[in-house]
């Protein structure tokens, strides 16, 4: 404390300002070195928690690592253990290969994530994945697959349901251009109803169910009655 007896307040205060920008620059520090730590203790964890399968290979597709959880792996006939140190090209069928080599290619010439689409069978199943490549350095890309097969087969369905939604309008469109007439006859009167569409033997019986009248009109048995082409009945 000798060392600022001497001082004067202004100068002491100076000190004591810098001192706590050295204490709080410590703390910030201090800080970054528990998240660092955090992060030490806890990326394997975090890892195994995710449901995608996470492989690390080099520019040559060599698989080096496999960075995700065990059950991860979707690759028939590969264990977590042998899929590292095996070739893409060697467990993976021609098609599912060529997708994820040409998204690599994109992903080494450019440098930036792509995302394309391969199918592999699974215990019987076909499933349909995501494969998502990031580069890692100069060397080593992270490819990231995930199970899409639900949202695939949703999408088809939505694809043959607008199809089918598209027919089925089309067909509407064509019958509407024929108008036929159906008479009623009752004592002393006619109906005459005017009906929209013409009931081909082709039309299904749930669709002419939902067909309606568009107008009728009721004529007296001693009036004359025009027919569609403008002749009187």
Known sequence: ???YEHKTKEELLEIVCKLEKKVEGLSSELDSLKKGRFRERY?????????????????????????SSPTTNHVEGTTSDSIINSNVKDIVPEEAYE???????????????????HSLMLDGVLHHYENRIFPLDDQYLL????????????AKINETQRSEIVR???????????????????????????????LLPSIPESLSRG???????????????PNISGKTI
């Open 1 to 3: 404390m000798g060392h």
């Open 43 to 67: 990326s394997t964890r975090i890892l195994d928690a995710l449901p995608d399968m996470l492989t690390v290979f080099d520019h040559n597709a060599n698989i080096v690592e496999l960075a």
């Open 99 to 117: 997708s994820v080599r040409h998204n690599m290619d994109k992903v080494i010439h450019t440098g930036k994530s792509s995302t394309a689409e």
């Open 143 to 154: 490819c990231m697959c995930r199970d899409v097969s639900q949202e695939t087969e949703m």
């Open 168 to 198: 089925l309008n089309s067909l509407m469109n064509d019958i509407l251009n024929n108008i036929p007439v159906y008479l009623f006859v009752i004592p002393e009167m006619i109906f005459v109803i005017f009906i929209g569409i013409k």
């Open 211 to 225: 067909l309606s009248v568009v107008r009728m009109q009721i004529y007296s048995r001693t009036r004359k009655m």
